[in-house]
């Protein structure tokens, strides 16, 4: 099998289980904004929240993507599966503290967006669809740190099976739920919650099935296994989580900084940034996949010594990405109005769907960019070189975008269309950074 076949193989059901967790909030968002404003407001208000603390734990996933690929390449059973055991017990270290505590601050959370006197029943929808999410964190976080170790060894159907699954229980318990169908009591915003943390507990309960039950599975642990844990390997594991968990948040903080900045431009162009970043969000899907099979791949064979395969990976990665996401780039030149139609009309909100057509046109000039750049940071991480990565998006953010888009916006005065032609910059210079750190070498001997 040539490397283009398997690169593929690897990579497509992880695109396709990528655009299944961003369905799963498009499913409740849909669903809520059908039954009720309050109920769609305040969904909108706990998501960032909730995503926030994700996106900042996929830490743990990255660094059991890049661990466990490095054990399982060596053919070391015994390293493979203590190496996954250890991500596993982080994981419901982790999940379980974020699941109490998400429980026990999620009033004081929300009042931080939502004025509890002024909006009580904002406030406490919000409160009671954070709460409900936060509680099945566990489950959740164990799915998400078990879809690296399968993937790590090379298995990325099973994820996307168990994805399929809870997003068509999702679906259904929304229905039944939400609107009280089938006999079931209307429950609402509640309902969407319930729903929703159900399929987590549905998920990371397949993902243990298949890894302990399951002697057909790719990876089988036992219970044993467990226990027989050594700190060596929670201390790998840490070594190359903690800088990813770095990289997320200098982000996170990044955007918010410069969130203030279309806040202040008005309605018209927050609407229109969220119009943006929802395509734009879904156009990422290939350079993701491509990018979390190119670091199993990488991680495989640098633990197996063969480092022509790893740069083999990498290459077909990178035409691969490349070639796909230019195609979505194009797409976003050639057909932005009818994209931004599908978020909002345009007859009923013109200025909204013309800055959002210019603001995407400008966007599509980053798509193969980030594609570059996507590939180039799942070699480093499939390597373990996690704290390049994280000082990449130190530059990227804070020494380009937050500048350029402070000199656009509020000097030169470019508005939101501003905002968006930093972003090409941005990238830009991240691309270059990752070439340098590529042909340097230095993740060919990062040592886990």
Not at 91 to 114: D, E, K, M, Q, R
């Amino acid at each position: 099998m040539n490397m283009r076949t398997i690169v593929l193989k690897l990579a497509w059901p992880v695109v396709l289980q990528n655009l299944l967790m961003t369905m799963m909030l498009y499913v409740d968002t849909i669903m809520l904004g059908r039954y009720s404003q309050t109920s769609l407001a305040a969904m909108g208000v706990t998501r960032p929240l909730a995503m926030s603390i994700r996106i900042i734990l996929m830490a743990v996933a990255i660094g059991t993507l890049a661990t466990v690929a490095r054990a399982f390449g060596e053919c070391n059973e015994e390293k493979t599966r203590q190496q996954s055991a250890a991500s596993l017990w982080t994981a419901i270290i982790f999940g379980s503290i974020i699941s109490v505590c998400g429980f026990l601050t999620a009033p004081y959370l929300i009042s931080i967006y939502v004025d509890k006197i002024s909006q009580p029943e904002l406030w406490y929808q919000a409160t009671i669809y954070l709460r409900m999410f936060l509680s099945a964190f566990v489950f959740a976080y164990i799915f998400l740190v078990g879809t690296s170790i399968l993937r790590a060894c090379g298995d990325t159907k099973s994820p996307l099976l168990i994805s399929i699954y809870a997003n068509l229980f999702n679906i259904f318990g929304n229905y039944c739920l939400i609107f009280g169908n089938l006999g079931f009591p209307e429950m609402g915003i509640e309902g969407a919650a319930l729903s929703t943390a159900l399929a987590d507990v549905i998920e990371g309960v397949l993902f243990l099935a298949i890894i302990f039950l399951r002697k057909d599975s790719i990876i089988h642990l036992k219970i044993r296994h467990m226990f027989q844990v050594q700190a060596a390997h929670i201390k790998t594991l840490l070594k190359v989580s903690i800088p990813a968990a770095m990289e997320p948040a200098l982000i996170q903080i990044g955007m918010l900084s410069i969130y203030t900045m279309v806040a202040a431009l008005g309605e018209v162009a927050m609407a229109s940034h969220q119009i943006v970043l929802s395509i734009e969000s879904l156009s990422f899907m290939p350079g993701m996949g491509f990018s979390i099979a190119c670091s199993a791949l990488v991680g495989q064979n640098l633990g197996a010594r063969r480092i022509d395969l790893a740069e083999s990976a990498y290459k077909e990665s990178l035409k691969i990405a490349m070639l796909i996401m230019s195609a979505m780039g194009l797409m976003f030149i050639l057909f932005p109005g009818y994209l931004v139609s599908i978020f909002v009309d345009s007859l009923q909100s013109p200025d909204v769907a013309k800055l959002a057509a210019t603001c995407l046109m400008i966007g599509a000039i980053e798509e193969p960019l980030i594609a570059w750049a996507m590939i180039h940071q799942g070699v480093l991480r499939g390597s373990g070189d996690t704290k390049s990565s994280a000082l990449v998006a130190f530059v990227g953010v804070w020494l380009v975008r937050f500048p350029i888009a402070y000199l656009f916006i509020k000097v030169f005065g470019w508005g939101l269309a501003g905002l968006w032609a930093t972003m090409p910059i941005d990238w830009f210079a991240r691309c270059i950074v990752f070439r340098v750190l590529y042909l340097k070498g230095r993740w060919k001997r990062v040592n886990i």
